[in-house]
């Protein structure tokens, strides 16, 4: 008789699929403990890149203000341009006049008409600046060297501002970034160890329950393969079922903190904007690894559990 | 067909379960093994099967020397021969019709070739109208002629049926030797172990006698006393 590969390959699949929906309230902790690993996953994974893209924000934000003597002339502004531009880690200067200043502030205090009435065309006493962009906000010492040298300081009408608030603001995402990376990778391989140790008892128990059927498929001759195969591929539904209800529970989580308007830390909308937009992507891969789990775990418990003769 | 040369296994250093047994069987022959129970008459089956190796002895079934044999190539050497059991082995959640195709589905028959071929093997063992039973609404007999065209559906040259007839009341152990006798017909090799004298003096076969696992007889048309 001929062996057609495929019509065996077919039958592993459905047998593995079958088992899986007859035992399915018997591998409910398994596929619990592979759902919680991947919820971590997940959140890990879209928490670190809405930290990454706030810093990069923030950091794109954070400049050092030069505010300009209305006695600087055009010559002298000019030429100070030119000096900052040569200053290590000056990443761009941007020129700002006093009718720019004065637009800017009437925008940002559009509601506000007793600071409005404060300032008009006619006597404007905002001053022209320079906004200095760094490459590296941590660096900022070149700048503030230059900066602080008598005839520039000559220059200006109030002391250099350095957007101290934003730096806080990326330093504690920072921090945060750094922690949620560090307890997530622990946080990860405990729970995937943790699954594994599940899915060795789920299988031990399915290989005690099904040992005369594994038996006499042995002794008709069925290959290693042929028994083992189907609890692989239970295995991989379990894996196939954590990372869609993980999926739910994440996009869950993100839908109900956009509502409640708590968060001062992580960029919700941002989350959620990225969630969508790589949706097949976190599709994949969550069902990725939740079958590699599931596959290796019980490969291992096959190899351990079947002695096949 | 089978060839054992002066094949000897012992189990966990105790005595020999079989000492130096030499059998030849021809092909298309059938062949009664008798014995007291633990003569070795399952162990002998077991070495054919490669459930069990042996500890010194040769060993050829068909153009296969059990030497060369790797355990990759024993599910394929289990395909072709066919086993029968006391306690039939059957899958008590699978009908009869389902129990028989499980043979072929294990050896990668397509699922045409098994809609094709397992209702005439029930046809054979006489169970076209229990198809769709379960094991557990079948008497034993009927459980053990499942089991037969189970063993039988892939067409293995040789049978082997190790006490098929020891749970089974007489008029059903009537019914699985008769089966067995035109399986033999049809051309196939066939090994019997039994208890049953009744059975082995109406076969009128060649009767291998085995006691404390040595070969005591061997009888081109023989007679069986218990002793
Ligand atoms: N797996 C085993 N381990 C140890 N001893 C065994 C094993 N199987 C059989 N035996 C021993 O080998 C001898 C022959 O057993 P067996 O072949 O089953 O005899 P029979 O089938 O003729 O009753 C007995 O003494 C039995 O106890
Ligand atoms: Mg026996």
Do not use: C
Not at chain 1, 214 to 220: A, H, K
Not at chain 2, 75 to 80: C, G, M
Not at chain 2, 148 to 173: F, M, S, W, Y
Request: proline residues 3%.
């Amino acid at each position: 008789m001929k062996d057609h590969r495929f019509i065996t390959v077919e039958r592993i699949l459905k047998t593995g699929v079958v088992n899986f929906l007859r035992n399915i309230w018997i591998s409910i902790a398994a596929i619990a403990m592979i759902t919680i690993t991947l919820t971590i996953l997940l959140f890990a994974i879209v928490a670190n890149a809405t930290f990454a893209n706030s810093i990069t924000d923030l950091t794109s934000r954070i400049d050092v203000s030069v505010y300009l003597k209305d006695s600087v002339t055009e010559q002298q502004s000019n030429q100070l341009i030119a000096d900052l531009k040569k200053v290590e880690n000056v990443k761009s200067i941007e020129y700002v006049s006093k009718e720019q200043a004065l637009k800017d502030f009437r925008e940002d205090h559009a509601n506000d008409p007793e600071t409005l009435s404060a300032v008009s065309e006619t006597d404007n006493t905002l001053p022209a600046s320079l906004k200095v962009k760094p490459n590296d906000p941590n660096r900022l010492q070149t700048i503030k060297d230059f900066l602080d040298k008598k005839e520039i300081q000559a220059l200006q009408s109030e002391p250099t501002s350095y957007s101290g608030e934003r730096k806080e603001a990326i330093d504690s995402i920072a921090k945060a970034t750094d922690f949620f990376r560090k307890a997530g990778i622990v946080g990860i391989i405990v729970f995937i160890i943790i699954s594994m140790l599940i899915i060795f008892n789920t299988i031990r128990m399915a290989i005690f329950n099904r040992r005369d059927e594994l038996i006499i498929m042995r002794l008709l001759g069925a290959s290693p393969w042929y028994i083992k195969g189907p609890f692989v591929v239970e295995t991989m539904m379990y894996g196939i079922m954590a990372a869609i209800v993980s999926i739910v529970i994440v996009w869950g989580l993100f839908a109900i903190a956009s509502t409640l308007e708590v968060s001062s830390l992580l960029d919700i909308d941002f989350s959620r904007n990225y969630f969508s937009r790589h949706l097949w992507l976190i599709v994949i891969a969550q069902i990725g690894a939740g079958i590699i789990i599931g596959a290796a775990s019980s490969a291992v418990a096959t190899r351990r559990y079947l002695k096949l003769k | 067909m089978i060839l054992l040369d002066r094949v000897t296994k012992v189990y966990d250093r105790r005595e020999a379960a079989l000492e130096r047994v030499s059998l030849h069987v021809e092909s298309k022959e059938f062949v009664v093994i008798v014995g007291a129970s633990g003569a070795g008459k399952s162990t002998l089956f077991k070495l054919l099967t490669r459930e069990e190796k042996p500890t010194s002895g040769k060993i050829i079934v068909g153009a296969i020397d059990y030497e060369d044999l790797k355990d990759k190539d024993i599910p394929k050497l289990r395909r072709k021969i066919g086993v029968v059991f006391q306690d039939f082995k059957l899958l008590s959640n699978k009908t009869v019709t389902e129990n028989v195709a499980f043979a072929l589905e294990i050896a990668g028959a397509t699922n045409a070739e098994i809609k094709h071929t397992v209702p005439k093997v029930l046809d054979v063992v006489g169970l076209k109208d229990k198809a769709r039973s379960y094991p557990r609404q079948l008497s034993g007999g009927e459980k053990q002629r499942v089991a037969i065209a189970r063993a039988i559906v892939r067409q293995p040259k040789i049978l082997i049926a190790d006490e098929p007839t020891g749970n089974l009341d007489p008029k059903h152990a009537w019914d699985v030797i008769k089966v067995l006798e035109k399986i033999n017909r049809f051309g196939t090799t066939v090994l019997l172990t039994t208890h049953n004298q009744e059975i082995v003096n109406y076969l009128k076969r060649r009767v291998v006698t085995i006691r404390d696992g040595k070969v005591v007889s061997d009888r081109a048309v023989g007679s069986y006393k218990t002793v």
